[in-house]
């Protein structure tokens, strides 16, 4: 009798264990939060993201019930995942999917690359009608940068290698009409995709924003794509950052993932821009682009 008794206070001390809840207060969730910060820092998530990040994770987490039997830690994990993702996939879009969507729409679909010069972005290009390519679409290249000495004749050299039509004009004309004669092109050979290049730098920030609005107006692209480096870090932030609040852009492509451990720059980017990452740029090859995949990322950041 006294052993059941004692068997039956057990189970209800377990049962009382289990059920009691206690409230995460703040000076709980402190200690990880600062070590969840330095796997990012150190994850190349900017610092201004990391305290973005941080300060959600505390308000989702603090006077918050958990049960005692419920480990903080992984409490802290599922939460701080969570916002992640939802940063990362905020207005996602899947790029191959809306290619085939637009082209029910229209012909030829255009797409513009922006960003500054030395970062991937000729080369980014070419990966991306590399891959059109592969899926059967036509392609046609427009050398949109007339501004940097050399980048026309990059460009050529990619349409050569690829086996596609490049339009070009004169070193410093006007990039607008560049595009524009690479959409007439494309509409008189039924062609499917317009890949157009634009300059990264002219004498001042001032005449690149205003030949990028013209361009806009001129050649309304149905995307207008992004393009850094994973490793820039927060020149990257500041660059993306510019670009979307001027140009606006609807998606980043991030370069150079190959000399990045992390990548957490993507969760950087996709905060600043509230657009999603697309692919990431991973080699000198033009097969060298892999499909963003966020669940990909975050184990990479966290295991
Ligand atoms: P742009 O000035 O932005 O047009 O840059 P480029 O396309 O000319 O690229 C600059 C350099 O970066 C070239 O040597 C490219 O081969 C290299 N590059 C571009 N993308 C990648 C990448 O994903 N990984 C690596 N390792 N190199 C890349």
């Not at 916002?83 to 082209?103: A, H, P, S, V, Y």
């Not at 970062?119 to 059109?132: E, F, P």
């Not at 092109?185 to 205003?210: C, F, P, Q, W, Y």
């Not at 932030?237 to 993507?266: C, H, Q, Y």
């Amino acid at each position: 009798k006294v052993e059941e008794k004692k068997v039956g206070l057990k189970d209800k001390v377990a049962a009382l264990v289990i059920s009691r809840e206690v409230v995460i207060d703040e000076k709980k969730v402190e200690g990880i939060l600062e070590e969840l910060e330095e796997i990012l820092l150190e994850s190349d998530v900017a610092f201004e993201v990391v305290d973005a990040i941080s300060e959600a994770l505390k308000s989702r987490l603090v006077g918050r019930r958990k049960k005692l039997t419920e480990k903080l830690s992984d409490i802290v994990m599922e939460e701080l995942r969570s916002i992640i993702f939802e940063i990362l996939d905020e207005n996602r879009f899947d790029f191959d999917e809306f290619i085939k969507e637009k082209l029910k729409e229209k012909k030829p679909v255009v797409i513009a690359f922006v960003g500054v010069n030395g970062t991937g972005k000729t080369t980014t290009i070419a990966k991306v009608a590399n891959r059109l390519i592969k899926q059967g679409y036509s392609v046609v290249l427009a050398a949109g940068d007339t501004f940097r000495a050399g980048a026309i004749e990059q460009l050529e050299e990619h349409a050569k290698r690829l086996g596609v039509k490049l339009i070009k004009h004169k070193h410093g004309s006007d990039p607008a009409a560049v595009i524009y004669d690479a959409i007439k092109h494309a509409e008189s050979k039924g062609i499917d995709v317009v890949l157009a290049d634009t300059a990264g730098r002219m004498h001042t920030k001032k005449n690149l924003l205003d030949q990028l609005e013209k361009i806009k107006r001129v050649t309304k692209p149905d995307l207008i794509i992004f393009v850094d480096e994973s490793i820039a870090g927060n020149d990257a932030v500041e660059r993306a950052r510019m670009f979307a609040e001027t140009v606006g852009i609807d998606g980043s492509i991030l370069t150079k993932l190959d000399a990045d451990p992390k990548g957490g720059s993507a969760i950087s980017i996709s905060y600043v821009t509230k657009k999603p990452v697309l692919f990431f740029g991973v080699g000198q090859e033009y097969d060298d682009l892999v499909k963003f995949d966020s669940k990909w990322l975050v184990e990479r950041i966290f295991s």
